[in-house]
C-alpha cells in the first residue's frame, strides 16, 4: 500500500482479470482509478464508478479516461476518492469469508 499512497491514480489496464486486488487496494486508500472493461472488479461498480472505465483496446477510450480524471476539480477528487473507500469496504476479508462459509457450509 505504500507504493500506491505515493501515486495519483492507479491504471488497471488488464487483459483479463477476474477480480484484480490492487485495483481494490487503490481504491480503499481513496485513489483514483482508471480500468479496462476486462478487469472482472468492474462488473459490481455503479454509473458512479463505471465512468472511470475505459473500452479494453481503444486507446482512444483510454485518453478520454485520463483527460476526465486530470481535469477533475479538487471537489469532484474528493467526491470520487471517498465514493471509492465506500465501494471497497464492501470487500473485508471478514465479509467476503463470512459469504463463503454462508454459502458454503449454510
Known sequence: LRYLSENNILVAASSYD???????EAMNIGMLF????RVGLTERFDDRL????YKHYSSADLL?????VI?????ERKYYSDLNHE???????E????????????
Not at 34 to 37: H, V
Open 71 to 75: 481535469k477533475l476539480s479538487p471537489e
Open 18 to 24: 477476474t477480480f484484480n486486488v490492487s485495483l481494490l
Open 34 to 37: 482508471i480500468s479496462s472493461d
Open 64 to 68: 478520454d479516461k485520463l483527460n476526465m
Open 50 to 53: 463505471k465512468k472511470f472505465v
Open 95 to 106: 465479509k467476503v469469508s463470512s459469504q463463503y462459509l454462508e454459502l458454503f457450509i449454510g
Open 87 to 93: 465501494f471497497s469496504l464492501g470487500f473485508t476479508w
